[in-house]
Each structure stands twice: as structure tokens, then as C-alpha cells.
């Protein structure tokens, strides 16, 4: 298995469809280094439901998209109390190991608070990336913006 866990972005210009190319590339990439077989799958934890973010909607809907295309099940979940429930995506993270997933893509609402889960994850060979946010964690590979000059662009749009 393979899971992701979001939090909340700003979208500037609709940019959807591109962040969906973007996640559907991350797929591949995961599925590249898990060596992805039918019978994995791959769950998106989200810091809250994506369907009220059109950009979050659009990560869970490629991925969904790409698991399909790949034969991987995938599993779109979110702690209940949303993008501050640190401790809900540790209880995901954790459940989810206990299903024995073979990988993680995470963007996570606190990366530091969520090392020790993914400690966990690593020392059990289960590969980990982490989306839009990192932390500080060996063996993690990061995929995201540099938030410097996207700030700087949404403030020059503004």
C-alpha cells in the first residue's frame, strides 16, 4: 500500500489540472521505487476531506485515476478532526502500517510531530514521500514548491 496525507493549500489561478499532473508524475514515481504489484495499494491521508478543495480534490481524483491505471487500490482518508488533527494522522499513519503498506505520500499538517510514525514506516521498508512539506527525517524523499518565490508570485498577484 501507499498513502498520502494532506493538508490545505491556497490555489492561485485554478492551477488544478496542473497539481494533477504533478500528483499523477508522483505516482509514478512511487510506483517506480515500491516496484507496485495489483496487489498494493496506495491511501491518500488527508488532513481533511479533499472534496471542498478543488486543489486536494484533484490530488485524491489522480490518484485514484493512476491507481486504477496502475492496478493499485487506493484509499482517500482524513483524520475527523481535520487539518489540525496531528494525532489523527498519527493514528492513520500507524493503522495504515499495521495493513502493511509498501509506501506513504504524505503532506502533512506537522512533519516533525509525525517522524516517529515514519520512523516506524522507513524501518519497515516502506518508502515515504513527503508533499509540499518536510521534515527533518533520512530516507524521506520531498516533492513540493519552494514556498520563497511562490509567496512572492501570490504577492505580486494580489
Same mark, same amino acid.
Given at each position: 500500500?501507499?498513502?498520502?496525507?494532506?493538508?490545505?493549500?491556497?490555489?492561485?489561478?485554478?492551477?488544478?489540472?496542473?497539481?494533477?499532473?504533478?500528483?499523477?508524475?508522483?505516482?509514478?514515481? @512511487? *510506483?517506480?521505487?515500491?516496484?507496485?504489484? =495489483? &496487489?498494493?495499494?496506495?491511501? %491518500?491521508?488527508?488532513?481533511? /476531506?479533499?472534496?471542498?478543495?478543488?486543489?486536494?480534490?484533484?490530488?485524491?481524483?489522480?490518484?485514484?485515476?493512476?491507481?486504477?491505471?496502475?492496478?493499485?487500490?487506493?484509499?482517500?482518508?482524513?483524520?475527523?478532526?481535520?487539518?489540525?488533527?496531528?494525532?489523527?494522522? @498519527? *493514528?492513520?499513519?500507524?493503522?495504515?502500517? =499495521? &495493513?502493511?503498506?509498501?509506501? %506513504?505520500?504524505?503532506?502533512? /499538517?506537522?512533519?516533525?510531530?509525525?517522524?516517529?510514525?515514519?520512523?516506524?514506516?522507513?524501518?519497515?521498508?516502506?518508502?515515504?514521500?513527503?508533499?509540499?512539506?518536510?521534515?527533518?527525517?533520512?530516507?524521506?524523499?520531498?516533492?513540493?514548491?519552494?514556498?520563497?518565490?511562490? *509567496?512572492?508570485?501570490?504577492?505580486?498577484?494580489?
Amino acid at each position: 500500500m501507499i498513502h498520502v496525507i494532506k493538508y490545505n493549500v491556497l490555489l492561485l489561478g485554478g492551477d488544478v489540472m496542473k497539481f494533477r499532473n504533478f500528483f499523477i508524475v508522483l505516482c509514478l514515481i @512511487i *510506483a517506480s521505487i515500491t516496484n507496485v504489484h =495489483a &496487489k498494493d495499494s496506495l491511501a %491518500i491521508i488527508m488532513s481533511n /476531506t479533499g472534496s471542498a478543495n478543488p486543489f486536494w480534490a484533484s490530488v485524491a481524483q489522480g490518484a485514484e485515476d493512476k491507481g486504477a491505471e496502475l492496478g493499485v487500490d487506493v484509499a482517500v482518508l482524513a483524520p475527523a478532526g481535520g487539518e489540525t488533527d496531528v494525532a489523527g494522522q @498519527i *493514528a492513520i499513519v500507524e493503522d495504515q502500517l =499495521a &495493513k502493511g503498506v509498501t509506501g %506513504i505520500a504524505i503532506a502533512p /499538517t506537522d512533519p516533525g510531530a509525525l517522524v516517529p510514525a515514519l520512523q516506524k514506516a522507513i524501518d519497515q521498508g516502506v518508502q515515504v514521500v513527503f508533499i509540499d512539506k518536510s521534515a527533518d527525517i533520512a530516507g524521506v524523499t520531498y516533492i513540493g514548491t519552494n514556498n520563497v518565490p511562490a *509567496a512572492t508570485m501570490a504577492a505580486e498577484y494580489i
